[in-house]
């Protein structure tokens, strides 16, 4: 490795490679905490020019990548593996261009997400992705793993956002795929590879993001209920009589109390506990309107009690009550089995009661808690026993349910390294085997992320 050492730092110079002792934890594992270790070394290019270099070195020598961004993925897919580089985009942070007549930005893959939030909001605009990693995560990593989020309702995945990027081969061709227009049916559209593909088929070193007007106003409100039924008919009235129902995260009794408790920041804004809780966000309704739709459901007795949020600091503790993952992952046992599954709405009751009988019948001592982004169809579970490690049993198992309801294992944190052998639970053969002629014509050294998505 030495040798490969000394050429790229000839190549790039000495300040853009971290070796030995100067690699810091941040670069050995992502959120997953799953199987954390050190890189061979570490690469951070301060361009696109140097990624190309970089990567056209370790395809000709055969050297495996693993491209970091922010690390707050939650599949393993950014975690070193034995004999890997890993490439961080760190210093590819900026904006570019924000143009307000077309309402597009230009930014660098290794900006954080809140950065580029923020300054859209500035100019009166917005970009609809966001979730709890705002502050770490970074748009390179958002677009690689087509991050999902609180506004996947009316916004889409980041996907619906990406007009158009630039990306480097693992031959180190750049190819830029710069455009702006909503409208661009001129062939294939080979920005679409490089989205939710993990890193397995280019690295993204800059990305044109579409941008919206702010809201008018919006309204939040933690509305209480009893039954799963009540929560989905809750979800189907509030999406035809809300002007736009910008999030519908749903919270089990024990994530919620959990989360309260967790953090001690938070309180309980209800005086007794219920089975489920909904965060509601709606956009442009008048007041009136947003409280008479929740009034209306307490009088029909769907919903058991509601708080409407009086001011951004109310709706910032609701939310915080849904965002507070990493304090909830604080409390409960290591290793837990994270579910981020997803399935049509109507099946999801069947498929959860049948999580919790057969959990229950497999293993001792079993414990779980649940929320997700329900209007999305994709619920999160953590799961794990007390008394030993039994997440790989428990994910084999779930994994063996869903797939008879038809589900995918991953409806947004990618399968990265962890869910790699479940990948043909959700996909049929036909395109794995089309993922893989991808794959061979892109990265035929097999040089990028490799075991990530196809194992
Ligand atoms: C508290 C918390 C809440 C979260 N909430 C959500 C949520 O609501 N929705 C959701 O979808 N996810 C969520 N996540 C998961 C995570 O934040 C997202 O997957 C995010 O998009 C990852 O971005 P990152 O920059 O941290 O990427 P990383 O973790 O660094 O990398 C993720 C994957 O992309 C690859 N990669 C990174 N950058 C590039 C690049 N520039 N080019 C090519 N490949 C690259 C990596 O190799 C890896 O495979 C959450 C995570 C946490 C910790």
Known sequence: MQTHIDALTELLGADQLLTGSDISERYQVDWSKEAPHMPEFV???????????FLRYCSEHKLPVVPQGGLTGLAGGATPRDGEIALSLERLNGITELDKQSMTMTVKAGTPLQVIQQAAEAEGLRLPVDL??????QIGGNVSTNAGGNQVLSFGM??????????????????????????????????QLFIGSEGTLGIVTEVVLRLFPLARNKHTAVVALDSFESVVKLLNTTQSKFARLSAFEAMWNSFFQCSVGANPNLSDP??????????????????????????????????????????????????????????????????YANFDVGLPVSQMEDFLDKVQSSLSERFENVESLTFGHLGDGNIHILAWTTHEDNSQAIYKHVYQLLNEFGGTVTAEHGIGYMKADYLKLCRSPEEIALMRVLKQAMDPNNILNPGRVLS
Not at 132 to 137: P, Y
């Open 43 to 53: 690469v951070r290019p301060r361009n696109t020019a140097d990624v190309s270099t």
């Open 132 to 137: 709890g990693a705002r502050g770490s995560c």
């Open 158 to 191: 980041t996907r619906a956002l990406v007009l158009g990027l630039e990306a480097v081969q693992a031959d180190g061709t750049i190819v830029p795929a710069y455009n702006k227009m909503l409208k661009n049916n001129a062939g294939y559209d080979l920005k």
């Open 270 to 335: 209800f005086d007794e506990q219920y089975p489920f809780y909904v965060l509601l966000e709606s956009e442009n309704d008048a007041l009136d309107q947003f409280q008479q739709v929740l009034f209306d459901e307490l009088e029909a007795g769907n919903v058991l009690d509601a708080v409407i949020a009086q001011s951004g600091k109310d709706s910032d503790q609701f939310w915080a009550i849904r965002d507070s993952i990493p304090e909830v992952m604080s409390t409960i046992p290591q290793p």
